[in-house]
């Protein structure tokens, strides 16, 4: 039977993890679903009308549009502050990559045209070397882009992308209690006081060792002829989503694996870092096969796209 201090400890160590990892989700993972959510909504806006919302934004910072808004020789837009010329230079894409060409091409485009300076504006990510060659080029990416547009749009907007985070989070904290408990049983396995009456993963036991048996002699042990038998205990199997969570975890840890996830309840796709050779197959059947409810599962390995090497679909174990 378990005593006070093993549940104790399983306890206070789910506590720590899973209240850790509930601030974790509701105060950091939740801001960059949303965030995430509201750059793809902008990616599928059309450009004019992207554009358009980013020169509203951008007005809180002193811009307005240009008499001659658009720059007839070049893609770019122009803005007016403080009686200056300022171009506007917009990337929609959300896997944009500003880099120190894209700066150069702005800051020539401002030379040109005798503009006091530029605006780079990207739903994608700005390189640390580019924001080196900046010079008169202001640049803003897609994490810092959002939340100067969001109060622009209709609330339905934000409140349908906090309510699809939300609904993400909430099977995220589940699974992140059952870890969090499942940890607390392993630390209270190591720390527990002796004496602690701690159950063994597996009891089968038909036999009693006979302690009058003496050094060197073999000594049959009789099944008693009256009262019952010894039972026999087992632990049920893990419930099938802890095991699809176990295989992300053991699949993930695997070398020259990038990323795991369950695409459909019977595919694990995995994204790999070089290509899908039969000794990554044969690691990653190593850890399905471990797990019965999902043994037979469907196996997408994306191999990276600079190995050359070839999609597979494979089963590991068959019905």
């Excluded at 087992?234 to 694996?257: C, F, M, S």
Aim: include cysteine.
């Amino acid at each position: 039977m378990l005593n006070a201090s093993f549940i104790g400890i399983v306890l206070a160590v789910a506590l720590l993890l899973g209240g850790g990892f509930m601030t974790y989700l509701w105060l950091v993972k939740q801001r960059q679903l949303v965030v995430a959510g509201g750059i793809a909504t902008l990616a599928g806006m059309r450009w004019r009308e992207f554009s358009r919302f980013v020169i509203e934004a951008l007005q809180a910072q002193g811009f307005d549009t240009h008499a001659d808004e658009h720059n007839p020789d070049q893609t770019d837009l122009r803005l007016a502050r403080g009686g200056q010329t300022w171009l506007l230079s917009c990337r929609q894409g959300p896997n944009t990559r500003i880099t120190g060409t894209h700066v150069g091409e702005l800051n020539n485009a401002i030379r040109l045209n005798g503009a006091a300076g530029g605006m780079l504006v990207t739903l994608g990510t700005v390189e640390p070397s580019a924001r080196k060659l900046a010079g008169t080029v202001e640049m803003i990416d897609g994490a810092t882009l959002w939340p100067l547009i969001d109060p622009l749009l209709p609330p339905s907007v934000h409140n349908g992308l906090l309510q699809k985070a939300r609904n993400e989070l909430s099977r995220t904290a589940a699974l992140g209690w059952i870890g969090a408990l499942v940890a607390g049983i392993g630390v209270a396995l190591l720390i527990a006081p002796k004496g602690t009456d701690v159950p063994p993963a597996t009891v089968n036991e038909t036999n009693i060792a006979n302690p009058a048996a003496t050094k060197g002699t073999a000594t049959k042990v009789a099944t008693p002829a009256s009262g019952p038998a010894a039972p026999i205990i087992t632990i049920a199997p893990l419930p099938e989503d802890q095991q699809r969570k176990h295989v992300i975890d053991a699949v993930g840890a695997l070398p020259g694996v990038d990323s795991v996830a369950w695409s459909t309840r019977s595919t694990l796709q995995i994204q790999l870092t070089g290509p899908a050779d039969q000794p990554q197959v044969d690691a990653v059947c190593a850890v399905v096969k471990r797990y019965e409810a999902i043994r037979t599962s469907r196996l997408h390995l994306q191999p990276s796209t600079d190995s050359g090497g070839s999609v597979r679909f494979l089963q590991c174990a068959t019905f």
